[in-house]
């Protein structure tokens, strides 16, 4: 076998439909357990926030047959009798009247990943490694430590090495020890295909992933962004005809391939992508030169990065939550919210500049029609706050934090009515906003979130999520919130205003999303009212 020479290869894959349709009887559903966990995006950032704030290396490998590797049958469950009886492939050129009985699971089976799962924890429970319920496709290595399931309030343990794991592929980073110690026992028992380091860069569920020799960790989806191919509109129509069923399918594959992108690494694109999910299978003409208009300004805007820089370790670290709503200005006066979830250093950012780690963001419209601005970002605010207090037990579980309250939660709104709400006791015209506010009032006096302030809505990050804004607000906002930034902590309930940012230009003027910035700057005097109050 030659470097330049083709190599021809071949999966045995079977019909897994049917083992489905088997698989999701009442009575297996009972016995086999198909579903298996992978790295969600907080995992995911947590792991390069590590990486940037240690100096150690990300890298990432793919196990060879990993469903292979799995757990065979019988041996998974005690009164496991599956057995899995298939006919040959044509290319086997076996008798007709033979078929093949299964010993390890091949792919196809329904509950192959739940089997290779079960085996990879296995090792590395053997290995010393430990893992959680709130996250099990995440592991984290603590030397002289032994394997096994924590419980969420088990902490304490600092990690000196961790793994997060999607199906066979995995992402780790650690000392030396982790690596001596447990990445190479594991090559052992798994055969590696390809491993890959993040100084060099590697692909990872269809990021490209970068790393600066002992800083931060950069990602970026610049060809997966220029493949995306616009759809040629019908000629003909009025820009209020409905599409048939052919542009159908082809606006939910191009609006599958932007939410793709706004999930991962352009968050400026969450909103659209979230505002054009309502018009599937009944999409317009006009919906169809939106879409395509988003996929435009992505194509000009490809090589933005989603940057995760180091934490200065002498000072503290909070969640910071940013939240907003936009009242009834969507289809059937419906309102969007949306949120920015941050780790951030705690200190007081008057005079200095603090560095903030981007955990999540979402776009979304609300479940339940807001009568009000203050419903409306109420209902925002209680989700961020439902993700935040989530996040913070994973984090404390994932950095060995004893006590919670050691990571506090500060909420961010642009609303000052509710700020306003929330510093008083007297209940709401409307009783579902009461029990809103009374939800982050609770918070507060039981220590869930620490302090709840307003920053201007012309400087909130969370717009972003929540309306279609100008090019030059995204290029200002997104530069400020996801590399270092001014973040100005006073106790009054005042606006922030900008100043232009130093973040370097990207190709046509577009900054890149990560980089150094001041962008918030001291409290004005008189507040701004939010629109529509």
């Known amino acids: 076998y030659a470097p330049n020479q083709r190599r021809c290869k ?46 150690c290396e990300v890298k990432s490998c793919d196990i060879s047959t990993a469903f292979f590797q799995g757990v065979p049958f019988g041996e998974l469950f005690d009164t496991d009798e599956r057995a899995v009886q298939v006919a040959p492939p044509v290319e086997a050129e076996g008798k007709s009247n033979v078929v093949w009985s299964l010993r390890k699971p091949v792919y196809g089976i329904a509950d192959a990943p739940r089997r290779w799962h079960e085996s990879l924890s296995k090792e590395c429970d053997a290995l010393g490694s430990r893992t ?30 961790v793994v997060v794991e999607h199906v066979d592929d995995l ?69 209020d005809d409905v599409l048939e069923w052919r542009f159908q399918a082809a606006y939910r594959s191009l609006l599958g391939a932007v939410a793709w992108a706004g999930q991962r690494t352009r968050p400026d694109v969450a909103y659209s992508a979230s505002r054009s999910a309502r018009f599937c299978g009944k999409a317009t003409v006009q919906n169809l030169y939106d879409l395509n208009k988003v996929a435009r300004r992505m194509f000009g805007t490809s090589s933005m990065k989603l940057r995760f820089s180091k934490l200065d370790k002498k000072y503290g670290k909070r969640l910071m939550v940013v939240s ?4 009834g200005r969507e289809k059937e006066n419906r309102s969007q919210g949306g949120f920015w979830l941050f780790l951030a250093e705690d200190q007081d950012s008057t005079d200095n500049e603090i560095t903030v780690v981007p955990l999540a963001w979402k776009s979304w419209c609300l479940k339940r029609v807001a009568l009000s601005t203050l419903d409306a970002e109420t209902q925002a605010a209680n989700v961020a706050v439902s993700h935040a207090v989530f996040a913070r037990k994973f984090i404390c579980w994932f950095f060995g934090i004893s006590k919670e309250q050691d990571l506090p939660i500060d909420l961010r709104v642009d609303c000052e009515s509710l700020v306003e709400a929330l510093q008083t006791t007297h209940a709401m015209e409307n009783p579902r906003t009461n029990v809103q506010v009374q939800s982050i009032r609770d918070d507060l006096t039981e220590g869930l979130v620490r302090n709840v302030k307003h920053v201007s809505g012309k400087v909130n990050p969370a717009d972003v999520f929540t309306k279609n804004i100008s090019r030059e607000v995204v290029e200002h906002l997104l530069p400020i919130l996801s590399g270092h930034a001014e973040l100005p902590e006073s106790p009054a309930v005042a606006p922030l205003v900008t100043r232009q940012t130093d973040a370097g230009n990207g190709p046509n003027g577009v900054r890149a999303i990560c980089g150094q910035s001041r962008g918030f700057e001291g409290a004005r005097t008189k507040p701004d009212k939010h629109p529509g109050q």
């Open 132 to 161: 959680t319920n709130l996250q099990q496709a995440v592991r984290k290595w603590c030397h002289g430590q032994k394997g096994g399931v924590d419980r969420a309030d088990d902490n304490g343990l600092v990690p000196e090495g």
């Open 10 to 55: 071949a999966r045995y894959v079977l019909r897994g439909f049917q083992s489905k349709q088997i698989m999701e009887s009442e009575e297996a559903c009972e016995k086999y357990r198909t579903d298996s966990p992978t790295g969600s995006r907080l995992s995911l950032h947590l792991l390069f926030a590590i990486a940037a704030s240690c100096g």
């Open 171 to 239: 992402v780790y980073c650690g000392d030396e020890r982790f690596y001596k110690e447990f990445i190479e026992p594991l090559k052992k028992r798994f055969p590696f295909g390809t491993e890959d380091g993040a100084y060099v860069g590697f692909k990872y569920t269809g990021c490209i992933v970068t790393q600066q020799k002992g800083g931060p960790v950069e990602i970026e989806q610049t060809k997966y962004i220029r493949d995306i191919k616009q759809v040629p509109p019908p000629t003909g129509l009025k820009q």
């Open 324 to 327: 907003d709503a936009n009242w």
